[in-house]
């Protein structure tokens, strides 16, 4: 009578070939997710600096530096007005025509806020992520600088 099943050998290669292939899509799957993540931060860091240019073209005023959190609306600068962005605080209704920002961002896919910037020197004003590495790397600090600095994202509006 002949043994059914696999043979040791059979096994052995099987699991060989399965630990191969996970070791070669482990990686690739990785690098997707952190893609992922950027291309998400990229997106919010645009839209929230559209929206801080839309506040300024109907309030006439630049936000502080900040940090920015739509979803608890709240931020370091704008505490009297909650967040300006969401709605209007103690803006005149008359001019603000808000909110700026269709839905509620919260912090970056690395669980910081965004930052809202303006260099002092030549007033480039921007919004940024700070990335992977959760530090702001001076992005917008620099004098005349619109490199980006190791992993920050940033969106300039000025």
Known sequence: MAARGFSL??????????AILAGIVTPLVGNMIEEARVNRATSEVKV???????????T????????INTTTGTTNSWNSDRNRLLS???IAAKIWKGPYVSKQIGLDPWNTSYIYRTNN????????SCGPNKTE???????NNRAVQQDDIV???Q
């Open 121 to 128: 020197v030549t007033y480039v004003k921007g919004v940024l």
């Open 60 to 67: 006439a005023q630049w936000p502080l530096d900040t940090l």
């Open 48 to 58: 929230l600096a559209e929206a801080i240019v839309n506040l300024y073209k109907d």
């Open 137 to 143: 790397n001076g992005s917008l600090l620099v004098s």
């Open 155 to 157: 969106y300039y509006i």
């Open 88 to 90: 209007r605080g103690t």
């Open 9 to 18: 050998l059979e096994l052995v290669t099987t699991i060989a070939i399965i």
